[in-house]
């Protein structure tokens, strides 16, 4: 368990490291102006962008503890790739196919997936660094948007060297490849995990030989799931009553837990 709460970091860094690439729109309009576009319509593309990235991210917030952050993440990375790839099918310079491709299916690929990196595991994998690790992950975001700039200009050249619907292809297959990677890891913890060793602020740990757990006909004595909460011990199983005076049941697995 405790690797894989660090796969789960790595994960979220490959998700965010590819929803960067909204803000990396900015190294395609000198070629579309080019092209012809207007400054206008490269900035529509962009507000399309940012306003689907918005209104799903809130939609996909609401069905996070539904659908779960794998299936959110997987659905981030088919939309996301998928925009990029209509985008390329339209020949890189048509308005409507990038506009739909790279600002509405790209925007609301981007927006699925935003929420997933720090859902779960960020609070309770690392309690004691959970703006750390929302910010490692976050700062795959801020990355991502440089890396696609420069391998699409100075790094790569690749506008110069595939054109605009190539390098669309091109980073609509990355995008989703990586996003469909880091979803393998993004999963929520088991209910009531903990670091093994961690103590609560004000806490103190009691052994699993300390917990002494009774039932009934309908609730038998096995341990429920445990959850520290304002300085004590409450059940997540109803119908269980926890006394800590009487020692003599103790957890399958020896998890410490925490009161």
């Not at 309009?29 to 490269?42: I, K, N, Q």
């Not at 399309?48 to 659908?67: E, R």
């Not at 993440?73 to 990038?98: D, E």
């Not at 927006?111 to 720090?118: C, E, H, I, N, T």
Request: overall charge positive.
């Amino acid at each position: 368990m405790p690797g894989r709460r660090w796969r789960v970091v790595v994960g979220a860094v490959l998700i965010q490291f590819s929803l960067g690439a909204i803000y990396a729109w900015s190294v395609f309009t000198p070629a579309l102006r080019d092209a012809g576009w207007s400054r206008v319509e490269t900035q529509v593309v962009f507000s399309v962008g940012l306003a689907s990235f918005a209104l799903v991210m809130v939609l996909a917030g609401k069905k996070l503890t539904v659908w779960g952050p794998r299936r959110l993440a997987i659905a981030s990375g088919v939309t996301l790739g998928a925009g990029y790839l209509l985008a390329a099918l339209g020949g890189g310079t048509g308005f409507w196919p990038v506009l739909i491709g790279v600002g509405l299916v790209g925007g609301a690929g981007i927006g699925v997936g935003y929420v997933v990196p720090d859902s779960g595991w960020a609070c309770v994998g690392f309690p004691t660094g959970k703006g750390m690790i929302t910010g490692v992950a976050v700062a795959g975001f801020g990355f991502g948007a440089l890396g696609w700039i420069k391998l699409a200009g100075g790094w790569g050249d690749l506008i110069a060297r595939f054109g605009l619907d190539g390098t669309f292809a091109i980073y609509g297959v990355i995008f989703a490849s990586l996003v469909l990677l880091g979803s393998a890891w993004m999963t929520f913890p088991p209910e009531g995990w903990l670091p093994d060793g961690f103590v609560a602020p004000g806490g103190r740990r009691l052994r699993h030989h300390q917990l002494h757990v009774e039932g009934d006909a309908e609730n038998p004595p096995v341990p429920p799931h445990l959850t520290y909460l304002r300085g004590e011990c409450r059940s997540r199983a109803d119908g269980y009553r926890l006394d800590e005076a009487v020692s003599g049941r103790s957890f399958d697995d020896g998890r410490d837990v925490l009161c």
